[in-house]
């Protein structure tokens, strides 16, 4: 951050998790008409009755009757600021000293709330303060993260560091030597620094991949990362951001950089911050709010899939297809999930790994059921599933005969899902149509339980519409666990 955007930041108490948005839908006259999305801060405290820890001066608990449920900001940048001090400010911490004070924090907030462990969401740089601490601090300090933090949500965090699209990888190298206000933060060998335990300047090895936190440090089933896939409206420094690294990315953050192996995954179409920034949006916070509060996790893949490939060509590489993926939940207003060609994050499958996925199958999205444990809950959410085929010559897409937005197949899958009493066991229920032959769910989906009945299984063949595409075997596979 440029000082002057530090300063805006410590104005706000809440750093950002407090603005909401305003977006427009379409009346019933076709014109455009008002929505409001008020703040994931706000609809805390309306949704599950959490209060804010600002008491003046400092952040407590006291007064508060539901200690437990409060929301903390971890003000990281008030050293850098010259609010409070013109002198003395303007310092800029290391990665190492705010994780190092992020857990001070955390001991106050659990000493203020009497809880074992806290949930941890960060945005953009934010969320590397808290790796920092799960994966160089606690350990050095031998403490287990598991046992302090429960659960690890971030929005736009640049796991993989930044990168450019332009300057064959000379900008990275200036930026790095240059340091300047910490921006080599962002590149592998001081990220290699801030993740690694142990002091001194060890080189980063050549396999390290910053995406992959470290084992044994912090499971990533519990770490959600909210991917931005909206380029296009990232305003800062005049556009020279989104057009630098280009427009695989949320403005900043390169889409593939977003993530970290093993954790959870939505991708939502919105920017790294501004008006319409992931943070202030509707899908940022139904995502978070299902991730820390539901209790049944679903994963989706599709399986016993086969794609022909044309074998005179070079081993099939220059043949693709690319699979968009969209998931909405009955009554919100906004994608839950969605992945396609027009936003350059589908799904792509090509001889290099089709095999591999065809035998493990394609992982399509997972969501976290609300209330499912809760015996006459029922959910009812949607799955877009489409395949295109890409030609290519010499690395180009070939567009001889190619329709534009035009798939081989698609069609929405819509299951209504729910947990009843069954002969003294809870046991899954559900139904389920594809739209093009009903929008009401009305086929019986079973759903088996695991041996150890920690899962329960159910599968959907696709329809005959998808047979010449995908062949006769095809089916969406959920697999429900409990989440806690």
Known sequence: MTQSEVEATVDDPFYGFNLGSTHFRVNRDGGASFFAFESPLLRLITDYEYSDAFSGTRQTAAGIENSARTVWIFRYYDDTSRTFDDRAGGRRLTIEEAAGRLYDFIQHVQKE??????????????GLVCRCLLEKVLPERKESSSK???????????HGGIEFAVGNGALETARDWLGIKDQDNFGRQRMFEFLTPGKGAKKAPE????RTMRSGTFPPDRVL???????????????????????????????????????????VHRSHSGRFGMVNSEEGYQNLRRFLFGDVKAEASLRDFRLPFDLRTYEGR????????????????MLLHQRTLAHFCPVTLNRNNYREVREKGLPLFTNFLLDGRKPGNKETFSIYLAVHEQQYEGGHPDMAGHLEKVPLWSDYLIVEIELQPEEGELAYTARYSWASESRTPNQPLEFKLSEKKDRADGS???????????????RLYLETYDWE
């Open 207 to 210: 396999d390290f991949d910053s």
């Open 225 to 267: 990362c909210i991917v931005g896939t909206n380029a296009r409206d990232y305003e800062v420094a005049q556009g020279l951001s989104r057009w630098s690294v280009g427009p695989q990315s949320d403005g900043l953050v390169q889409i593939e950089n977003a993530w970290v192996h093993g954790s959870h995954r939505a991708y």
């Open 113 to 126: 709330t009497s809880s074992e462990r806290v949930y941890l969401v960060a945005h953009s740089m934010g």
């Open 148 to 158: 302090v933090i429960d659960k690890f949500v971030t929005f736009g965090t640049p």
């Open 460 to 474: 959907v063949l696709v329809p005959p519409r998808a047979f010449p595409v995908l062949g006769k075997t095809a």
């Open 318 to 333: 220059n043949k693709a297809y690319h699979f968009e993926v969209e998931i909405a939940i009955q009554s919100l207003p």
